[in-house]
């Protein structure tokens, strides 16, 4: 007997995964996947990246497999995670349109996501309507796979309770059918919404703030050196701001103080940060150390996505497993649903009795 809790996790396939990516969810899926008591689903989610990209589906075609390959390369493992692609589970699809009749435009429109990212893009009135309704696309994903716990960012937290809202509305209407799912944070605030490498609110593919997964080790030391920190802290001998200084930021979600002292003349990052505070110790100098730990942590992951990536055909053998498998269990969700709706005319018995004698 299977025991194991059911993970359903995704990323859109929009551009390579970042260190972002890596700290906010990745690292973690790697974490459940290894500790025997998940089976994680992960989802390539192409059609929730055409919502805001329909005029350019060349972008979202070729991250299909960058996508996959930064997955592998992080060290998930095809044996304990299934990886699939979002389009070719064809069930989502429908299960969305059944879930939209649970769903009023009013509750829509003032979900905290969808409203920040419409903002953010400058939608307004001319919002498509597949953007609007994601988060009910996301809610047929997470229950198509009957999943319990959802890995996502405290930004996330709206859609997951949309989604129970939709299981709510739902088992109630048509009785008990759908998994209610729970979200699972990371505990770490900072790892949870990483900024960018500028300083900004967060790191995006689409501000050009990010280090890649894939990125050289050149690349990664080029970006380091260039970060944001304290604008006052001119002077090496210049007291220095820790709190909204970037390359600090970095050091509390990646760095560990065994790492620190194997670096450094400090015991602990908060020793580190004591003089900095006071003056005396240079941006410079906590920035080659910022990147050594990030090329520690970055280097094992670009070495195992190059050994697939010149391996593209088990790579592509792996997605097409994966889509497989996701989409059998899907149908199986989309049959009860159906069921349980009573719109599964020739399977149930006694409609065709009632019309046909």
Known sequence: MNNKKIILTGDRPT???????????LRKRVELQNSGNYEPYILIADVQALTDNSDNPEKIRSNII???????????DPNKSTIGIQSYIYPLTELTVYYMN???LARLQRNPTV????????????????FLTYPISQAADITAFNAEVVPVGEDQLPVIEQ????VNAFNRIY????????????????????VGIDGNAKMSKSLGNTINLKDDSDTIKQKVMSMYTDPNHIHIEDPGQVEGNTVFTYLDAFATDEQIKALSEYSTLQEMKEH?????????????????????ILSPIRERRKIYENDRSQVMKILKD????????????????????????????SFIDKYTN
Not at 120 to 127: F, I, R, S, T
Not at 175 to 194: D, F, I, S
Not at 336 to 342: D, P, Q
């Open 322 to 349: 994966g889509s497989e498998k996701m989409l059998t269990v899907a149908l199986q969700t989309l049959d009860n649903v159906r069921t349980k709706m009573g719109i599964n005319y020739f399977k149930d018995k």
């Open 276 to 296: 900095y505070k006071r003056g005396g110790l240079g941006d410079v100098k906590i920035k080659k150390i910022l990147n050594e730990i990030l090329q520690q």
């Open 115 to 130: 409203k920040s990212e419409m903002k953010q893009k400058k939608y307004g009135a001319n919002v498509p309507v597949g």
């Open 102 to 104: 649970l769903v009023t």
């Open 175 to 194: 009785g008990e059918t759908l998994t209610m799912p729970k979200a699972m944070l990371e505990q770490n605030k900072v790892c949870q919404r990483l």
């Open 66 to 76: 960058e996508v996959c390959l930064d997955y592998l390369g992080v060290g998930l």
């Open 163 to 166: 989604t129970c809202e939709i």
């Open 15 to 25: 551009g390579n995964l970042h260190i972002g990516h890596f700290i906010g969810s």
